[in-house]
């Protein structure tokens, strides 16, 4: 008889999860109910779905409030009637309109006005209309008897709590919505304390004077039959105007593909895979998911967009055929069962990558061309973590902030106060709760219906549509996302190429893989580990595994892209694949002691390294079937809301394995090994798209270092900062100079093999001024000195000083002191001045000043200040001469050796040992510029830890392991840099 139920959906206002709702429901013993979320519908698919898992019929709905005042509760009596009242709660919420005192007409909706607001009589009310009243209006009631027909009259008992802790938790929730002092919360902002969830014992108790109040609510729930399909896919189908047209045009689409990716020479099993393929797409219903992602890849070639198609659907020969992905599923010999399956009910992943400057008018066209009614963007969950919800809880308690960081890192202060008890006791409570919405960062649905169908929308900054449930929901549902994702690798692709035409006027293909993965030039960069700027492989990471490998080749950059992932490297397996590469005997022994495991990954050696070598040892070497081989992997790749499949099949692959005779110690090692990778495992045909990025960026650096070093410049970089882009450029002949009025653009150029930095790295320095500069250039050629300048573009005096002071004026041949006296004397008292057309430029005095005092580092700090680094080496900033002269080039002849050199800081990351204590691997370039990587462990690092970025003396053990040489670190210091002291402005 609970109408009105709220979860924790009900955003900073419930308090209770999906499951726990349900089990005070049982608790109660409710056989029917209707969820009811303050203006949201995220919960409604799994109440829905687990309605007949706990026995009790359900409903879903939504409670209309505007901040938290009711103005009605909307229940579905049917699918139709959900969409309804999701079409309304779209409607305010994409416009910011308040909800109306009257709900609209509904067809199939039940409406209940609140007692408190609904009109005093009920003569109004139409037959699915309603007024809801609370055990505790009850004496009301008898006063307006006269007025209101009991026929139209229900229980509405707002069920929010379930204990007096959930209601003190649901205050903190209000106080933090309303980012105020818990002591400062007002009555109207907060539910009141008898919103429990009551047995249906104790409604009927208070209701026992007015049973016809129970029978109304009981007969409205009976009402209400909402059948959700759970098992259907309802992605949009078909994608032309039959399935079987699909299938027809996927067909002769895959055909017409085969010369452009084949040519002549025709590999034998090509065929033969794709009938394969084309007849378990047809059996599953998959037609229309391929079409939407080739004819979405249609519009990104035709709009010359860069991507590149990976995911489990890169394993399919009919994705490579239509040019979705890349991937030659025929010469990597890719796991057909990974990719698609009989018993496998969603269609393979396609994440596409696009560039990030071309992603949205991806995400517009798909909204423009199947509508935006059936058309939405995933949402996703923003949950209050446990640090966050401890600080929120501090504020609202009206601690200050010292004393909550002062709680959180002593648990003990915090237990011996009043309020730190507190905070520590409902920040458990309230972690993991639903703190907003957000927008999943890829997803896309296109429904056959409408989203309305299924969920309320809402509209996020990107502007489109956003489903309220998540992609997990979405699934359960049977909607399946599209992957449209970013990345500003493909943007240095991109950029690269039209770079190259401007500044050497070659085009290039940058589509001939084939040919690049013979090249020379290629294979040593990539066994070197010299990838700096390249697309997933220029971590320190990668680098010292690339150069442990000594891969040169496309199969061994595969192998690496997935290999580095955490599951792998953290289960050891990453060291044994090493060893098994580089030693033959090793691999010997490994297929000696079991040749079943090892021939079934033979390419990696018996090593699982991609996501299909969980299906293949469960349903090849375990003999579990591929249904249940999936459910494993699933298990292990997605959230915990999956385990319970992962671990139905745990035993059965325990036993299987026993019955074939293996001892319990080699099923062990080999169910862990699956276990601790394949929740990080990459797809085989996912790391080969990657290697194919990689090949590309590896091409261009090759070839054509400083353009791509530009490009990726002005992309953003990439793992590291921008002025180790600049540094990489450098070292590769480059000539870097600061941002000049005269030549330099928005963003960073080059002519020849000098690179201009951008204006736009100038610290401080508005859009506005960068663009009118620029404008005014090209219309009227290059300016002649500050004067010129100052009469053309409109300018600020602050603005003006940044622009000296950087060196853009340097052309002049005046030193900066002049130019800023210059400065200060044309724009006086005015600060900034507006150009105006003149017909005579009226003569400016010269003044002759007295020499300056002059520091040699004062280009160097206003560099460090406004670009963030200087184009001098860090280490002539140095107060003292380094210590050591030693630099990379030398250490593998001093292997085992203790040495002191000297480095500057480039990064480092922060890591913890099997036993939970922190160590860190380090970064630096040498005095000559080459890389030096160190390792930091957990009494060195505690004793002398890093001190920010600088240079630093490096002492330790020099170390060599498969070619890899690295510094074991004894002793860091941190070393001090020069300083001004002298006032700039003193004459000499």
Known sequence: MLINCHTYYSLKYGTVSIEEMYAELKKGGHKAFALTDINNTSACVYTLKYSKLYGINATVGVDFRNGTEQQYVCIAKSLFGFKEINEHLNHHLRFALPFPKKAPDFNDVFVVYPFEIASKTTQDLKDHEFIGIRPGQLPKLFSLQSTLAEDKLVVLQTASFRSPKDHNTHRLLRAIDKNMLLSQLPANEQGCRDQLYLSSDQIKRSFSGFPEIIRNTIHLLQQCSIQMDFKTNKNKSPYTASVAEDLSLLRRESLNGIPHRYGERLPKNVIPRLNKELEMIGKLGFSSYFLINWDLIRYAQHNDFYYVGRGSGANSLVAYLLQ??????????LYFERFINPHRSSPPDFDIDFSWTDRNEITKHLFDTYGHDKTALVGTYNTFRHNSIFRELGKVFGLPSFEITRFQNDPDAAAKDEYGKLIVKYSALISGFPSHLSVHSSGILISQEEISSYSGTFIPPKG?????????????????KFDILSQRGLGKIKDSIKIIQENKGEKIDIHDVSSFKKDPHIKDLLKRGKTIGCFYIESPAMRMLLTKLGADDYLGLVAASSIIRPGVSKSGMMREYILRHRDKTRRQEAKSEIPELYELMEDTYGVMVYQEDVIKVAHCFAGLTLAEADILRRGMSWSLRQKSDFHSVRDRFFSNCQKRGYSSTVISRIWNQMESFANYAFAKGHSASYAVESFQ???????????????????????YSAEFYIHEARMLGGEIVPPCVNFSKRITTIRGKTIHLGLSRICDLEKSLISSIVLERSRNDKFQNLRDFIDRVFVSLEQLILLIRVGAFRFTKKDKKQLLWDAHFLLGQNKQKRPAPTLFKSEVKEFTLPKLWHH???????????????????????????????VSIELPRKIGECIQIVGYLVTKKNTKTTDGKRMAFGVFLDLQGQWIDSVHFPQILEQYPFRGPGCYSITGIVTEEFGFIAIEVTKLKRLENQTIEAPSTRTA
């Open 697 to 719: 960026a590896l091409y261009l650096k090759a070839h054509y270092p400083l353009e791509y070093m530009v490009a990726t410049l002005n992309n953003g970089g990439g793992f």
């Open 464 to 480: 489109f549509p956003t489903t309220q449930f998540d992609m997990h929901a979405a699934e359960e549902v049977g909607l399946h």
């Open 324 to 333: 979705i992905t890349d991937v030659d599923p025929i010469e990597l010999d």
């Open 856 to 886: 040699h580092l004062e280009s160097d700090f206003d560099q460090l200040e406004l670009l963030g680094f200087t184009l001098s080496s860090p280490f002539s900033l140095l107060k003292n001469s380094p210590p050591s002269r030693l």
